[in-house]
């Protein structure tokens, strides 16, 4: 009896010896792992569509305190669909010493079938400097093509044959077509003698006001800008609104390019792939336009002292790329470089 006693003894200490190692290494491997903590969630807000539908693919990425995210570069596609918009939230903190971030694409295709939005990488380092990547899970989606009803099919009927045509109603439609050339003449006689006198002064005046050089003109409505009463009086989408115009002529402009009717997203690809702006200025610049869609589109309310500082930031803009004729040859250089 003493030996079974000492025997299970032993025993009772082995398997308590083995259950204390066993706690200690899966305690340590989670806190090796808990301080390279990210996690990244990937939704849609369908996963059947109809070609040519726009719908909301959503990145939403978390991170411990101490990673570092870095900047996500938006791609023009994904997979089989095209990137139409895309939209960043800025950097909040959550629960826990975590931030989050919010990424939003705008996704179209033009193709029926099963398609799937393939992983997004995203890459970011470690409280250690070490730089790595993590990937979000991957969505199907079914895109379908524009049914017709079978009542929608009967609705379609075939030509009809042609309708003979009366002597009186032939008459009639003579003088119809008569009466309309008739107006017809008389609107070019009343273009060239008159309305087309008012369009040279018209071309005149608008001549005179485009021989403002772009920086200067986008210097004026910076002044003009900030001696108004919008930022204060709450107007704040209009306020930016007019910012985000100011700066899209002026790249327009500067450039020759149509960056007026581009969203964000299409003139930070332009402003990177064909104008080769320097990195600084350019990134610059997506820092204005982006703070002026938070406030138009996402409801960011700015702190009150936002209205000079953004307004100077876009006067050292222009500053910095505009046009300089140099005195001697009047060759004009360009004061910044691009790369």
Not at 20 to 36: K, R, Y
Not at 219 to 230: C, D, G, R, V
Not at 247 to 269: C, G, V, W
Request: proline share 3%; hydrophobic share 45%; with cysteine.
């Amino acid at each position: 009896m003493l030996i079974l006693s000492r025997h299970n003894c032993r025993d009772a200490i082995y398997r308590a010896s083995t259950l204390i190692l066993l706690f200690i290494f899966v305690f340590a491997f989670c806190n090796l792992f808990a301080a390279d903590d990210i996690v990244v969630k990937a939704n849609t807000d369908r996963t059947k569509i109809l070609i040519g539908d726009v719908f909301n693919y959503t990145l939403t990425v978390e991170w411990a305190e101490g990673n570092e995210l870095s900047r996500i570069e938006p791609p023009m596609a994904l997979g089989a669909f095209e990137v139409r918009d895309y939209q960043s939230s800025e950097t909040k903190k959550i629960i826990n010493n975590k931030f989050a971030k919010t990424i939003n694409f705008k996704l179209s295709t033009y193709d029926t079938g099963e398609y799937e939005i393939p992983a997004f990488d995203i890459k970011y380092k470690t409280k250690d400097g070490m730089e790595k990547s993590i990937k979000s899970a991957p969505i199907k989606i079914v895109v379908e093509g524009i049914k017709i009803s079978e009542a929608e099919k009967r609705d379609i009927r075939d030509i009809k044959l042609p309708v003979m045509v009366k002597a009186d109603t032939l008459v009639r439609n003579l003088i119809i077509i008569c009466a309309l050339f008739l107006i017809i003449i008389a609107g070019i006689l009343y273009y060239f003698l008159i309305y087309r006198k008012k369009l040279k002064a018209m071309a005149n005046i608008e001549a005179i006001e485009a021989l403002l050089p772009p920086d200067e003109e986008a210097i004026k409505s910076l002044e003009e800008l900030a001696k108004s009463t919008y930022f204060e009086e709450g107007k704040l989408k209009y306020f930016y609104s007019i910012l985000s115009g100011i700066i899209k002529r002026y790249i327009s402009r500067r450039y020759l390019i149509n960056a007026i009717d581009m969203t964000t997203y299409e003139l930070i690809y332009v402003m990177k792939k064909k104008i080769r702006l320097a990195e600084n200025i350019r990134t610059r610049i997506i820092d204005i336009l982006d703070e002026c869609d938070l406030v138009k589109f996402a409801k960011f309310i700015p702190d009150a002292n936002r209205k000079l500082i953004i307004i100077d930031a876009s006067r050292g803009i222009v500053e910095e790329t505009k046009e300089v004729k140099a005195p001697e040859n009047g060759l004009v250089v360009a004061k910044e470089v691009a790369v």
